[in-house]
T-cell receptor, first 114, second 115 residues
Framework: GQQLNQSPQSMFIQEGEDVSMNCTSSSIFNTWLWYKQDPGEGPVLLIA?????ELTSNGRLTAQFGITRKDSFLNISASIPSDVGIYFCAGPRAGGTSYGKLTFGQGTILTVHP | GAGVSQTPSNKVTEKGKYVELRCDPISGHTALYWYRQSLGQGPEFLIY????????DSGLPNDRFFAVRPEGSVSTLKIQRTERGDSAVYLCASSLGGRAGETQYFGPGTRLLVL
């Protein structure tokens, strides 16, 4: 089953507002990934984090790798309608031998009202 | 360049039937992954190929599920004696070499509905 817990499960915001979502795990991760999935499409990688404490930005998106290596945060500033979609955190568990085996959270559904 | 493609995009079948789902990875990518995504959930890992061999098939739910990649490029996920619980979106992804931290590029998925 899923080992990553995302919150909130859904968000309804006004265009222009900032958004924060997070992801927690009971297990340590060496890499944290944030993906966005649009309806009818596969997930697309937004940001990758590789070191505890790392803060990385991609345009209006900023993500942080938690110091404990058991959590990560994604922030979106000045939201726009095309930010609508489902945001997933994911990563390969530390200590695993299969680098390709990603574990995903259950997703945060973002709705942006114009 | 072309991304990961999957066919068919939608598949409706009856309980007990056999289905095959196809994935064409990005050219030159040696690693290929299959995931299953149920409604309202994130993708769940099924199997990972490095070249022609399955490097990790620990996510396959039971022996009705089987996947092949005979020439190290196209892969086929095969499901025997389908059950209603197999209904989901089956996602394929590929990456350049299968190394730690490498970006996996996903296809649009095949939506399987078992009646």
């Amino acid at each position: 089953g899923q080992q990553l817990n995302q919150s909130p499960q859904s968000m309804f915001i006004q265009e222009g507002e900032d958004v924060s979502m997070n992801c927690t795990s009971s297990s340590i991760f060496n890499t944290w990934l944030w993906y966005k999935q649009d309806p009818g499409e596969g997930p697309v990688l937004l940001i990758a984090l590789y070191k505890a404490g790392e803060l990385t930005s991609n345009g209006r998106l900023t993500a942080q790798f938690g110091i404990t290596r058991k959590d990560s945060f994604l922030n979106i500033s000045a939201s726009i309608p095309s930010d609508v979609g489902i945001y997933f955190c994911a990563g390969p568990r530390a200590g695993g031998t299969s680098y390709g085996k990603l574990t995903f959270g259950q997703g945060t559904i973002l709705t942006v009202h114009p | 360049g072309a991304g990961v493609s999957q066919t068919p995009s939608n598949k409706v079948t009856e309980k007990g039937k056999y289905v095959e789902l196809r994935c064409d990875p990005i050219s030159g990518h040696t690693a290929l992954y299959w995931y299953r995504q149920s409604l309202g959930q994130g993708p769940e890992f099924l199997i990972y190929f490095q070249g022609t061999g399955a490097a990790d098939d620990s996510g396959l739910p039971n022996d009705r599920f089987f996947a092949v990649r005979p020439e190290g490029s196209v892969s086929t996920l095969k499901i025997q004696r389908t059950e209603r619980g197999d209904s989901a979106v089956y996602l394929c992804a590929s990456s350049l070499g299968g190394r730690a931290g490498e970006t996996q590029y996903f296809g649009p998925g095949t939506r399987l509905l078992v009646l």
